[in-house]
């Protein structure tokens, strides 16, 4: 080159603008991408499958052809389900007026931005934080001592097939087990998430179980084995920093753990921890769709029964634990799962599967339908926050006398689920009795909500009604307690004591005393009773002189007494009225544990047959440390222990065990405390 030539740039001297895109922010970028194209109706053959600019029924119904492989659909009363709108970007807006219009990939260091910051601000946290919810992380704990021998591992793994998975379905069968017998042939060697999976299947798989199960399975007490892998599931929780976590099945271990322990924990403590999970779930995103449309189908679909799960069992705690702040409200959009088994989903898949009839997920399906139907309900919004009342959907909120809207559900679950099912096979017998139960406790609540702000009294014919619902519940609840069909699925339900019928009935009873009403009555609750305190659960028989039941026993024992006194006039002399099975029972248990002698008198009877029991919510319950479960006995006393204040102008826990049947008015009884008794959690 001359010296005068004018010199050239070298291709090296350019600059060159490097873009290093992070795997999960270039997803992120390329989800926006493909829900413009839908959102213009361009054709295109997108990486993930995303919802539909269209609707779907649940039997995967019409819509335009071409776009059928990304229709979505939520079983909810109008069968549709859409896309909510997605939360906004904070660096995206903040760069906006400096971006380049010109340059396009400009934009997408927004999404950097905040990828490296999150990473900044969780390096720069304390790595020590494991002592804020279970202790200190034991240093010298070898986890790999605390499995049990693969012959144990395999049972229990049977254990939770049979006994847990049926009822939740928040774990993949096909893709779990294999991962489960690798890990058993060296559990010295065990990714940390999946051993703290594994020990909450332990835990919950031994909750399931009876102790002469236990025995004769793992020749162990049952205390013992949930003494041994709650403190394991405790640290392998730890060791996978659960409270930090983004990884599903970090959040399903702690879930199973949680129901776990629900025997032994005090409910308002478990409310708490739920909501610590629930926030968990939030930060994973597996309540919005908009983060859901980002994975594949079959980790979209674990997601969502995982997210129902979570949320009906914190209605449930919640509801007994008198919270007024609950998961199960309309604010969200997480899709009801398909009624699909796990064989159906595969983790290459890009269609979603159609819904089947019989599914092996049939059972958490219908109650996430059951949940999803009453959190857009008005009269559920009124009693846990009536600020969301105006997102309840209108089919939900009939006022008319029969609430049309409960009806035409009932309705539609009898016809699209129960039709074709085989009521000998357990989980079809429990799925039915159970949603039935459910149903005539939404309806008991409903008919009492819509006329609690009236000032008239009740009518005889809603009474009936009100009644009707009661005897229906107790009716289905005696089914499943005592059908041989239900036996692996007991403990499930001993979360559920029919409480709300229990006082709708006593009161009625009260009021009618004679003839063959008060008969059925006294019947149905005596069969119930029965199969929760003697034939259903023989190792139970022992404790019901719990608090809980002494607290029926003085309701129960006063209704009678005064059947009793109503009836003196018209019997002849020396003519004896038969006492039902109940006040029979009742009666040898005070007389047994407290020097109960009928006297005629309501008051005298709960004078002697309360005594030495201040109040129900003072029942010790035992605390739960790393390394100590407290009594056993506890643990099968607390299955009946229902703690939920009925009465208005009490404190909570203040229940008092004296309460007498002529203070007891079920206009009077606070039905918010149902507002997540409902049979949903």
Same mark, same amino acid.
């Given at each position: 080159?001359s010296a005068?030539?004018p010199s050239?740039?070298?291709?090296?001297?350019?600059?060159?603008r490097?873009?290093a895109f992070?795997?999960r922010?270039?997803?992120?970028r390329l989800?926006? %991408?493909?829900?413009?194209?839908r959102?213009?109706?361009?054709?295109?053959e997108?990486?993930?499958e995303?919802?539909a600019?269209?609707?779907e029924?649940?039997?995967g119904?019409?819509?335009d052809?071409?776009?059928?492989? %990304?229709?979505?659909?939520?079983?909810?009363?109008?069968?549709k389900s859409e896309k909510g709108?997605?939360?906004?970007?904070?660096?995206?807006?903040?760069s906006?007026?400096?971006?380049?219009?010109?340059?396009?990939?400009d934009?997408?260091n927004?999404?950097?931005?905040g990828?490296h910051?999150?990473?900044?601000w969780?390096q720069s946290?304390?790595?020590?934080?494991?002592?804020?919810?279970?202790?200190?992380?034991?240093?010298?704990?070898d986890?790999?001592?605390l499995?049990?021998?693969?012959?144990?591992?395999f049972?229990l793994?049977?254990t939770?097939?049979d006994?847990?998975n049926?009822?939740?379905?928040?774990?993949?069968?096909?893709?779990?087990?294999?991962?489960?017998?690798?890990?058993?042939s060296?559990?010295?060697?065990?990714d940390p998430?999946l051993?703290?999976l594994?020990?909450?299947?332990?835990?919950?798989?031994t909750?399931s179980?009876e102790e002469e199960?236990?025995?004769?399975?793992?020749?162990?007490?049952?205390?013992?084995?949930?003494?041994r892998?709650?403190f394991?599931?405790?640290?392998?929780l730890?060791?996978?920093?659960?409270l930090?976590?983004?990884?599903?099945?970090?959040l399903?271990?702690?879930?199973?753990?949680?129901?776990s322990i629900?025997?032994l924990?005090?409910d %308002?403590s478990?409310?708490?921890?739920l909501?610590?999970?629930?926030r968990i779930a939030?930060r994973i995103?597996?309540?919005?769709e908009?983060?859901l449309?980002?994975c594949?189908?079959?980790?979209?679909?674990m997601?969502r029964?995982l997210?129902?799960?979570?949320?009906?069992?914190?209605?449930r705690?919640?509801?007994?634990?008198?919270?007024?702040?609950?998961a199960?409200e309309?604010?969200?959009d997480?899709?009801?799962?398909?009624?699909?088994?796990d064989?159906?989903?595969?983790?290459?898949?890009?269609?979603?599967?159609?819904?089947?009839a019989?599914s092996?997920?049939l059972?958490p399906v219908?109650?996430?339908?059951?949940?999803?139907?009453?959190?857009?309900?008005s009269f559920?919004?009124d009693?846990?926050?009536?600020a969301?009342?105006p997102l309840?959907?209108?089919v939900?909120?009939?006022?008319?006398?029969?609430?049309?809207g409960?009806?035409k559900?009932e309705?539609?679950?009898e016809?699209q689920?129960f039709?074709?099912?085989?009521?000998?096979?357990p989980?079809?017998?429990m799925?039915?009795?159970?949603?039935?139960?459910?149903?005539?406790?939404d309806?008991?609540?409903?008919?009492?909500?819509?006329?609690s702000?009236?000032s008239?009294g009740?009518t005889?014919?809603q009474r009936?009604?009100?009644?009707? %619902?009661?005897?229906?519940?107790l009716?289905?609840?005696?089914?499943?307690?005592?059908?041989?069909?239900?036996?692996r699925?007991?403990w499930?339900n001993?979360?559920?004591?029919p409480?709300?019928?229990?006082?709708q009935i006593?009161?009625d009873?009260?009021?009618?005393p004679?003839?063959?009403?008060?008969?059925?009555?006294?019947?149905i609750?005596s069969?119930?009773?029965e199969a929760?305190?003697?034939?259903?659960?023989?190792?139970?028989?022992?404790?019901?002189d719990?608090?809980?039941?002494?607290m029926?026993?003085g309701l129960?024992?006063g209704?009678w007494?005064a059947?009793?006194?109503?009836?003196?006039?018209?019997r002849?002399?020396?003519?004896?009225l038969?006492?039902?099975?109940?006040?029979?029972?009742?009666r040898q248990?005070l007389?047994?544990?407290a020097?109960?002698h009928?006297?005629?008198?309501s008051?005298?009877?709960q004078?002697?047959?309360?005594?030495?029991?201040q109040?129900?919510?003072?029942?010790?319950?035992?605390?739960?440390?790393?390394?100590?479960?407290?009594?056993?006995?506890?643990m099968q006393?607390s299955?009946?222990?229902?703690q939920?204040?009925m009465?208005?102008?009490?404190?909570?826990?203040e229940?008092?065990l004296?309460?007498s049947?002529?203070?007891?008015?079920?206009?009077?009884?606070?039905?918010?405390?149902?507002?997540?008794?409902?049979?949903?959690?």
């Amino acid at each position: 080159m001359s010296a005068g030539a004018p010199s050239q740039p070298s291709q090296s001297s350019k600059p060159q603008r490097v873009l290093a895109f992070p795997e999960r922010a270039l997803l992120d970028r390329l989800a926006k %991408y493909e829900d413009l194209l839908r959102q213009n109706n361009i054709s295109f053959e997108p990486l993930h499958e995303g919802p539909a600019k269209g609707k779907e029924t649940r039997d995967g119904g019409s819509g335009d052809d071409s776009d059928n492989d %990304y229709l979505e659909s939520t079983p909810s009363a109008t069968g549709k389900s859409e896309k909510g709108p997605e939360a906004r970007n904070i660096w995206h807006a903040m760069s906006q007026s400096f971006r380049d219009p010109d340059n396009d990939s400009d934009s997408s260091n927004d999404d950097i931005r905040g990828t490296h910051i999150k990473k900044a601000w969780d390096q720069s946290s304390t790595p020590h934080e494991e002592h804020l919810l279970f202790g200190s992380r034991g240093m010298n704990v070898d986890l790999s001592t605390l499995h049990p021998n693969p012959v144990h591992i395999f049972r229990l793994w049977q254990t939770y097939l049979d006994n847990i998975n049926p009822l939740f379905k928040v774990t993949h069968t096909p893709s779990l087990q294999p991962r489960i017998i690798e890990a058993a042939s060296n559990v010295t060697n065990i990714d940390p998430t999946l051993e703290a999976l594994i020990f909450s299947i332990y835990c919950i798989s031994t909750l399931s179980l009876e102790e002469e199960d236990c025995q004769t399975m793992f020749a162990s007490s049952k205390e013992n084995l949930l003494m041994r892998y709650h403190f394991a599931c405790q640290q392998a929780l730890l060791n996978c920093g659960f409270l930090r976590t983004t990884d599903h099945d970090c959040l399903t271990a702690l879930f199973l753990y949680l129901v776990s322990i629900e025997p032994l924990a005090n409910d %308002y403590s478990l409310s708490s921890l739920l909501g610590l999970t629930i926030r968990i779930a939030h930060r994973i995103g597996i309540q919005s769709e908009s983060t859901l449309a980002q994975c594949t189908i079959l980790e979209a679909e674990m997601r969502r029964r995982l997210w129902w799960a979570i949320i009906l069992f914190d209605a449930r705690i919640g509801g007994r634990s008198q919270s007024k702040t609950l998961a199960l409200e309309p604010s969200w959009d997480c899709m009801v799962p398909l009624n699909v088994s796990d064989s159906d989903l595969r983790p290459e898949m890009k269609i979603r599967p159609t819904n089947q009839a019989r599914s092996e997920a049939l059972f958490p399906v219908v109650r996430s339908e059951l949940g999803d139907f009453v959190r857009h309900s008005s009269f559920y919004l009124d009693f846990c926050n009536p600020a969301l009342r105006p997102l309840a959907k209108p089919v939900q909120n009939d006022s008319s006398p029969g609430g049309s809207g409960l009806v035409k559900l009932e309705e539609s679950i009898e016809e699209q689920h129960f039709k074709s099912l085989d009521l000998e096979n357990p989980i079809h017998f429990m799925t039915v009795w159970t949603t039935r139960a459910h149903l005539a406790k939404d309806r008991l609540l409903e008919h009492n909500a819509r006329l609690s702000n009236s000032s008239a009294g009740k009518t005889a014919a809603q009474r009936d009604a009100a009644t009707s %619902y009661a005897f229906k519940m107790l009716e289905c609840d005696t089914k499943i307690m005592t059908s041989p069909l239900t036996k692996r699925f007991r403990w499930f339900n001993l979360f559920y004591f029919p409480f709300p019928a229990y006082i709708q009935i006593v009161q009625d009873v009260r009021r009618r005393p004679h003839g063959a009403f008060a008969r059925r009555a006294w019947e149905i609750i005596s069969d119930n009773y029965e199969a929760w305190w003697v034939a259903s659960a023989p190792s139970r028989q022992s404790r019901d002189d719990s608090p809980f039941v002494k607290m029926l026993a003085g309701l129960f024992l006063g209704a009678w007494e005064a059947c009793e006194r109503a009836d003196e006039e018209k019997r002849a002399p020396g003519e004896i009225l038969m006492p039902p099975r109940i006040v029979v029972r009742l009666r040898q248990l005070l007389a047994q544990t407290a020097g109960y002698h009928p006297s005629g008198s309501s008051q005298a009877g709960q004078q002697n047959g309360m005594m030495g029991m201040q109040r129900f919510g003072g029942f010790p319950t035992p605390m739960l440390t790393p390394m100590s479960f407290g009594d056993q006995s506890m643990m099968q006393d607390s299955h009946a222990t229902m703690q939920e204040d009925m009465y208005s102008g009490t404190a909570p826990g203040e229940v008092f065990l004296d309460a007498s049947i002529d203070q007891l008015d079920i206009d009077q009884v606070d039905w918010a405390a149902f507002d997540a008794q409902m049979g949903l959690g």
